[in-house]
């Protein structure tokens, strides 16, 4: 993170004490690649200092970094928000809004909370007990598009989840990208040959030899079409017969998604028509200096918009029937990694550094949900997102408005008093939320 300045972090030493050694020159930041650089000492030794290295993340930092008593997380407050990061990951495990700060972050004794003094004079606490200690499995993961089934990649493996009934169906001797159908009844994993699984009975019931490593892979909303990106060339597939149909020279991309109904085939931001073949290029229009190599899509529900995430951290909402863009999203610099349209088609998630909740009609965000090393995806009722953290667990939160209040109120125990709201939150009215 590029700071004013060198910057220096407290890492509790061998007896939980803090210990920090002054910062010389050369613990500022790296001219070749801009990373942040904290001279710590090592917590076996004392007496020798090491370096530890987070990358590279755009922005500023607007305080100085705080370290968890157990050293398992530092927290990097920047502008509007604070970035929480896994030390031993050496990756951001969750962001949060700073809204108001007035001083610095501070841990609580056991770590679970982050808090800080915002300029009202309330003390606002941050739970990051949820933030999951590292593990060496299940990192990466996808959803069906339903929310109902998760593919877990564990070694060599790939672990298929009922999330709704909270069991294991088995694992599948594969690794690799992964696309759903809409269902989550059928599953394809790249590799030479594509391989499609029945995702009830981890069994496979299809294998098709693209000629060569493939890039990505999309299933169609009802699994019988398959699209494949090689080289250069993007081909569709008959699943069920393992017949290639046609083949989109240049069209390939690592991005790709099917429209609701099957009939378009969105692939980096070019518009494929599978009826006639008819490639249609957009004009992704973005400042000039916005990266826009598209890494992540989505369609809407009703098949009218299309969502590009971008490397750049931007997202642009495409009308797909007029061939107009809708407007643009400002995540941050971070590329998108996922892209998620809620049931109704309303919300939007996009997962980046942070998880965010993004109003579709009015280009607002109305919320954050914090990091997973997965997702999201919504429920499907729409009342809660689902993501995959570091352990490899899967986990939900609810972003429906009543769910969230409930949820609070079990966490506190029951409303707050008048006296409490009055020194709590003093700059909003009493309200019984509970």
């Not at 599953?187 to 009830?200: F, H, K, Q, S």
């Not at 019931?205 to 993007?234: F, K, N, W």
């Not at 969502?307 to 009308?319: K, M």
């Amino acid at each position: 993170m590029k700071g004013p300045g060198p910057a220096v972090a407290a890492l509790p030493g061998v007896n939980g004490a803090p210990s920090v050694k002054s910062s010389g020159e050369d613990a500022g930041p790296s001219p070749e690649n801009g990373a942040e650089t904290f001279r710590v000492e090592e917590r076996q030794a004392p007496t020798e200092t090491g370096t530890l290295t987070l990358g590279t993340v755009e922005g500023t930092l607007d305080g100085p970094p705080v370290f968890s008593p157990d050293g398992r997380l530092l927290a990097l407050p920047g502008a509007g928000e604070v970035r929480v990061w896994n030390v031993a990951e050496r990756r951001v495990t969750g962001s949060y809004p700073l809204r108001d700060p007035g001083h610095g972050l501070a841990f609580s004794g056991d770590g679970r909370t982050l808090r800080y003094l915002s300029g009202t004079g309330s003390v606002v606490s941050l739970d990051v007990a949820g933030l999951p200690a590292p593990s060496d499995t299940g990192r990466t993961a996808t959803f069906s598009g339903n929310g109902r089934f998760a593919a877990k990649e564990v070694g060599d493996t790939i672990e298929l989840t009922d999330t709704v009934a909270g069991r294991t169906l088995g694992r599948i001797a594969a690794a690799g990208d992964v696309s759903f159908d809409a269902g989550g009844r059928l599953l394809a994993v790249t590799g030479d040959p594509v391989t499609v699984w029945e995702v009830a009975g981890a069994r496979r019931v299809a294998s098709i030899d693209a000629g060569g490593a493939v890039l990505a892979v999309a299933l169609s909303p009802d699994g019988a079409t398959l699209a494949t990106a090689r080289g250069s060339a993007l081909e569709t597939w008959d699943v069920r017969e393992g017949r290639r149909i046609k083949v989109y020279e240049g069209a390939a991309d690592a991005a790709l998604a099917f429209s609701p109904d099957g009939s378009t085939l969105a692939a980096g931001a070019n518009l494929l028509d599978l009826r006639t073949g008819k490639i249609t290029p957009l004009a992704l229009a973005v400042p000039a200096n916005v990266r826009t190599t598209p890494t992540a899509l989505a369609f809407s529900p009703d098949g009218r918009t299309l969502a590009f995430g971008l490397d750049g951290g931007r997202v642009l909402l495409w009308d797909v029937y007029e061939r107009v863009p809708r407007g643009t999203l400002g995540t941050g610099t971070t590329p998108v990694d996922e892209l998620r349209f809620s049931p109704k088609g309303d919300l939007l998630a996009i997962d980046a550094a942070r998880t965010s909740l993004w109003d579709v009609n009015t280009l607002r965000e109305v919320g954050e949900v914090g990091s997973w090393a997965a997702g999201p995806v919504f429920s499907q009722d729409g009342k809660r997102l689902r993501g995959v953290t570091l352990d490899g667990t899967v986990r939900e939160r609810p972003v429906d408005p009543a769910l969230t209040a409930q949820e609070v109120c079990v966490r506190a125990g029951g409303p707050l008093s008048k006296a409490e709201w009055s020194r709590l939150i003093p700059e909003s009215g009493y309200r019984d939320i509970c």
